[in-house]
């Protein structure tokens, strides 16, 4: 995210979320090990390469993603053609080809409010062959909000009903907005407002700013720069429907500027991590 006065916008919000967050220790505590990963956006869990997590910076970063360890250490850069304007998050789920994953990159950043459309990045997902940086190839789907442009930081794949999701991030009731994962690459997609969701807090800090949903769709994530909810999904209940009820509030680790969550593969416990060099990243259980 850039704004005006960043980084006396970061001291306060990391000097409020000190005081206001529900601190409780994490099963397990490492950082970001490589200089170029300082803008963390976005995490997402591998399906296809064991212990190993998928992260992205944010604007002002060249298109490509990393792939790291549970320790933060880097395993592979993947770098991509592409004009990236603000990728925000990263997801991992179901694609055109039965049985394989994909990579989802969502560049949905727009901190004025000014963008036509926002485009989603689709990879098959990568086999970890190297510590090099490796090439891949994109496909590019141009989405557009059904009221208007609007900043977001929250790209989630539902592998049941087979959606993207994106969620809002400034508004005090945030917009959930859905489109289908086989719409065409060709046309520009209308994205579907599902809902509105009210978080109570101050403005900035009940900013969401990431989320993800569990690899068998059963269980929702979504974080503010305070906060982390949680949600269990009822059998055959959208996932729209099932974040309108109350979520159950995750006790975690305060962090300065905490953009990124996402669950394991296996959906036993999620992690977490934030921007700047060498932020930490904490690995929580989920609720049983």
Known sequence: MKIKHRYLYMLIVGAVILITVRMVSAQNQNTLQDAEMKETSGIAASRINKNTFYVH????????????????????????????????????????VKGKSYVYLGDIGDNHHERRTIEIYRFPEPEITSTQTAHLQANTYYLKYPDGPRDAETLMIDPVDKLFYIVSKREDSVGVYTAPLNASFTDTISLKLQCKLHFKGLPLLKWITAGDISADGKQILLRSYQDIYYWKRKPGEPVWKAMQAKPQELKHNAEKQGEAIGFTADGKGFYTTSEGKNAPIYFYQTPK
């Open 57 to 96: 910076n944010d604007s002002g970063d060249t298109s490509r993603f990393f792939a790291i360890n549970p320790n933060g250490q880097l395993k592979e850069t993947f770098e991509f053609k592409g004009d990236a304007i603000d990728c925000e998050d990263i997801a991992v789920g179901p694609g055109p």
